[in-house]
């Protein structure tokens, strides 16, 4: 049987009416739920949800880090709660889909933006005293994103949703490419999944400011998520896009957001397949919606950004892209990122 959430709901006003949702046997029979909140919007989330969850324990999760997650995790055994509520913005819902883990309960995640597709991945990125890490993790049981709440939010975060869904497109080109060249086991379930959610929204003219789009992007980063949940890994949603993310990650800390650096990460990988068709619907679509295209729109230099490309391939040991096909040198790393540079700078 194909996994998938119990619901998906995308609309206004989803937040005040958790109550109707939660009263579902398949999520709790005996309403022993408890609800997690991020510190930013954590009071106004609070008493948003009061009239519809009377008692319900509400926890603070202070940042979206392991030790936050587990420390969730232990006052959620204390509590023999049946089931967690996450609601908050991707660090709060990575925190509450661990922790749940560690309790062994089900969780439901309510997303108050877009900026990624961990609403519903199977997939916890969490920071460490080493960086950030990836932990896997059941998949909500339920998904919720309430549209009044993405309006509110910096429009930086919902935009950057637009360039980690599109990134999907060079991620499946690595897959595909690893099938051919390794022979790795391709899901074409999973490959559609992942190109149908970029499709939906790269040729899409409306901006953040539509109820129409917001739902078009929600439920494709929904999508991206399930894809993952059919792969068994991140493979449809993560290619050398994101190896090139993760690399900026760890060698300059707090450059940019994961959406943002995935757009420029599909775009460059795009550019080494000498894909021009391709290449000019992502740069298009990236800057339609005000993205960031080049190494310089983030503030990194074409040297910090060649550091970059040859790390990425250590962030994701085995795993078959254009970066480790192409085995580009340092100095050839470094004439390329020239050349996309003034290929795609305006």
């Known amino acids: 049987m194909l996994p998938a959430p119990l619901t998906m709901e995308v609309r206004r006003g989803a937040i ?27 009071d106004r989330i609070a008493s948003v949800i009061a009239p519809s969850l009377g008692e319900a324990q509400v926890f603070r ?17 204390k509590g023999a709660y049946e089931a967690l509520v996450g609601i908050g913005g991707g660090k ?13 309960i089900p969780m439901v995640a309510v997303a ?9 991945s199977p997939v916890a990125s969490l920071t460490h005293e080493s960086g950030k890490g990836s932990f896997g993790v059941p998949m909500p049981l339920a998904i919720v994103v309430d549209l ?16 980690d869904v599109v990134s999907n497109l060079s991620a499946i080109e690595d897959w595909q490419l690893g099938n051919t060249e390794r022979g790795e086991p391709i899901d074409g379930l999973a490959c559609s999944m992942a190109r149908t959610a970029a499709e939906a ?27 993952m949940v059919i792969a068994g890994s991140s493979r ?20 940019s957001n994961h959406g943002e650096l995935a757009g420029i990460g599909a775009a460059f990988c795009f550019f080494l397949r000498e894909d021009g068709r391709r290449l000019n619907q992502v740069v298009d679509c990236l800057r339609r919606h005000e993205l960031p295209v080049t190494p310089g729109d983030v503030g990194l230099t074409a040297d910090q950004f060649t550091a970059a490309v040859m790390l990425a391939p250590s962030t994701r040991p085995g795993r078959y892209t254009i970066l480790e096909h192409l085995r580009l040198s340092e100095s050839e790393i470094r004439d390329r990122v020239e050349d996309y540079v003034r290929a795609v700078g305006r």
Request: net charge negative; with cysteine.
């Open 16 to 42: 005040a009416q958790l109550g109707s949702l939660l009263a579902d046997n398949r999520v709790a029979t005996s309403g022993r739920v408890a609800v997690a909140v991020g510190a930013g919007q954590g």
């Open 61 to 77: 999760v202070a940042d979206g880090s392991v030790d936050a997650a587990v420390t969730l995790g232990a006052d959620l055994r």
């Open 92 to 104: 709060t819902i990575d925190a509450t889909k661990y922790a749940a883990s560690l309790a062994g």
């Open 112 to 120: 108050t933006n877009l900026s990624h597709d961990g609403i519903c």
């Open 148 to 163: 009044d709440f993405v309006h509110d939010a910096p429009p930086s975060l919902v935009r950057s949703g637009v360039g």
């Open 201 to 227: 929204v790269i040729g899409r003219r409306d901006s953040i400011e539509s109820d129409a789009f917001l739902t078009v992007l929600a439920e494709a980063l929904i999508l991206s998520g399930m894809s």
């Open 236 to 255: 449809p949603s993560s290619g050398g896009d994101h190896e090139i993310l993760h690399a900026v990650d760890q060698l300059f800390p707090g450059t």
